[in-house]
């Protein structure tokens, strides 16, 4: 199952901002965390940033902090990452996903309290020097 889309990457210059959207397919998300996650070529998938179901709390990594703003509306039916500044070490391919759990402690690293369920196939983005 592909409940998940991401729409908006592209190529941009450094210094550039992208708006990637997430859109879920037949379904909403609003009992769901919902999270962004992105690999670079050759490298291991790592957490960028997520919001809540309630939309109280958001959550970066440190390497977009201040640069990246996520958001959702619509019972999590649509999300985005919003892209500022943005730098080379930035290209990867960008997943959307969606996620169950109790507490806050599996956000940003899936442990057994939760993990994301749903995800997206993923969007380029790369950044140009």
């Known amino acids: 199952q592909v409940p998940l889309v991401e729409l908006g990457g592209g190529l941009v210059q450094a210094g550039g901002s992208l708006r990637l959207s997430c859109v879920a397919d037949?379904?909403?998300?609003?009992?769901?965390?919902m999270a962004w996650f992105r690999q670079a070529s050759g490298k291991e998938r790592e957490f960028v940033a997520a919001i809540t179901s309630s939309g109280s709390n958001t959550y970066y990594a440190d390497s977009v902090k201040g640069r990246f703003t996520i958001s959702a509306d619509n019972g999590n039916k649509r999300m985005y990452l919003q892209m500022n500044s943005l730098k080379p070490e930035d290209t990867a391919v960008y997943y959307c996903?969606?996620?169950?759990?109790?507490?806050?402690?599996?956000?940003?690293?899936?442990?057994?309290?939760?993990?994301?369920?749903?995800w997206g196939q993923g969007t380029q983005v790369t950044v140009s020097s």
């Open positions: 996903a969606a996620g169950t759990g109790y507490g806050s402690s599996w956000i940003m690293r899936p442990t057994e309290s939760g993990t994301y369920d749903y």
């Open positions: 037949g379904r909403t998300f609003s009992n769901y965390a």
